[in-house]
């Protein structure tokens, strides 16, 4: 089984449609991470700003969720035209995106990761972190990363 991340971006698509043709007939589960209202406020340190929206927080995340799962199953709808026996999952973001990923692979016991880049480099990079990088260098297991076609001629020319 692969595990390939999906958050609807050109490189994520991308990522898909390798996969595809990487692995054409497995089974994969096309994974979108959400994130909880209560983790994107403790990040941006606004937290006591935000205080009297809390109560919306469940509604809040919900409609996060529902917008992940949409996601996953579009996703998991481009694997299978793709050639992969697809499904789809949507999980909550856990202590980064990264470590959700790859605790996601541990559990669902995948035999590697396909995921997108998004090509930051230099100060963005450094200030936002990077995904596919850290699941690159934490994953105990084969991760494949795909930049989209447009960020592959780009470099090729």
């Keep these: 089984m692969i595990l390939v991340c999906y958050d609807g971006s050109d490189d994520a698509k991308s990522a898909i449609d390798r996969a595809g043709a990487l692995f054409a007939g497995r089974l994969a589960t ?14 941006s340190g606004a937290g006591l700003a935000f205080a009297g929206i809390a109560a919306d927080a469940g509604e809040i995340d919900a409609a996060s969720e529902r917008a992940a799962q949409e996601a996953a199953q579009e996703g998991a709808e481009r694997a299978k035209a793709a050639g992969l026996e697809a499904q789809p999952q949507a999980v909550a973001r856990g202590t980064t995106i990264g470590n959700t990923i790859i605790e996601t692979a541990r559990e669902l016991d995948a035999e590697a990761i396909v995921m ?22 934490h994953a105990d297991r084969p991760v494949v990363i795909v930049p989209s076609e447009e960020r592959a001629a780009a470099r090729r020319g």
Excluded at 116 to 137: D, E, I
Aim: glycine residues 12%; hydrophobic residues 50%; charged residues 15%.
């Design 30 to 43: 096309v994974l979108t991470v959400w994130e909880p209202f209560i983790a994107v406020l403790e990040r």
């Design 116 to 137: 997108g880049t998004r090509g930051l480099s230099g100060l963005k990079s450094f200030l936002l972190g990077s995904v596919s990088q850290a699941v690159l260098h």
